[in-house]
């Protein structure tokens, strides 16, 4: 499977052990009784997580191989980050369809799964797009598309195998591109808005969202970037670049320490306002 080449290192072995086999001679309590152990390899092994026996691990290998086999006719790529060994983000972009915001400013439709080890994260799949230029990830806009079917959340019980329906996602990624141009609409009205001060534009996203302050200045330099990069002159600014200059640090920035579905949530935020 080509689409696994960039993000083996995220495939690694897990396992559900008795926390008495680790580490014998205590008594767990019932949400203590077992351990999530990771094996990097090397002989190298890791506790993430401490759960009862009800907790049902989601196996990032085995989910990942299963999707890249039922989504095997769609011309797709895989992309994938992970943090403390046990939460993960993976994304399939579709190559099959595509629109431009503006001039030379592609984005894909992609579906997002979040997934984690630690009982941190749930296991969930959302629809949303990619954008080419800068390799952005961006949430769907919520307002508008409440009763669309662009998102899949699960808990990790028992049952969570059952939820696992390869034609279900698939359906979902057929209706997003057979809406591409409605869900996508959002940010068309945003490269209709035109700014006059990059600076202050941030500036007053940042006062109305959690995004962190101390990043505006790289946002603002994104920004500048992108204007060399689309060729945009600077009466041509609008809010599509001023998101995609806090996005782009939401996406890529070390310094933010958050989790993915976190940095999701203030993309939202961004996004809305």
């Not at 034609?167 to 808005?193: N, W």
Request: aromatic share 10%.
């Amino acid at each position: 499977m080509k689409q696994l080449e960039g993000i083996k290192h995220l495939l690694y072995p897990v396992e559900k052990v008795k926390s008495e086999d680790i580490l014998p001679g205590y008594e767990y309590t019932s949400a203590q009784e077992y351990a999530i152990v990771v094996d990097k390899g090397n002989g190298v092994k890791k506790i993430v997580n401490h759960c009862s026996n009800i907790y049902e691990i989601a196996h990032n290998k085995e989910t990942i191989e299963t999707l890249v086999k039922g989504f095997g006719n769609l011309d797709f790529t895989v992309q994938g980050t992970g943090r403390f060994d046990s939460r993960f983000a993976f994304d399939f972009i579709f190559r099959d369809e595509s629109l431009a915001i503006q001039k030379g400013d592609e984005i894909f439709p992609k579906l997002r799964m979040n997934n984690s080890y630690d009982g941190r994260v749930r296991w969930a799949f959302n629809l949303g797009f990619f954008r080419m230029i800068c390799t952005n990830g961006m949430v769907v806009p919520v307002e508008g598309f409440e009763d669309s079917n662009i998102s899949l959340k699960m808990r990790h019980t028992p049952a969570l195998g059952e939820y696992l329906d390869t034609d279900t996602l698939l359906e979902m990624v057929h209706d997003f591109k057979r809406g591409i141009k409605d869900f996508s609409a959002p940010y068309k009205e945003l490269q209709k808005k035109p700014v006059i001060n990059i600076e202050d534009r941030i500036q007053e996203v940042i006062e109305n969202t959690k995004f962190p302050a101390r990043r505006a200045e790289d946002a603002v330099d994104r920004v500048l970037e992108e204007m060399v990069i689309l060729k945009v002159a600077p009466s041509k600014i609008n809010d599509w670049m001023i998101y995609n200059g806090l996005n782009y640090q939401l996406n890529h920035s070390t310094d933010i320490k958050m989790d993915t579905h976190k940095r999701e949530i203030l993309d939202q935020s961004i996004l809305s306002f």
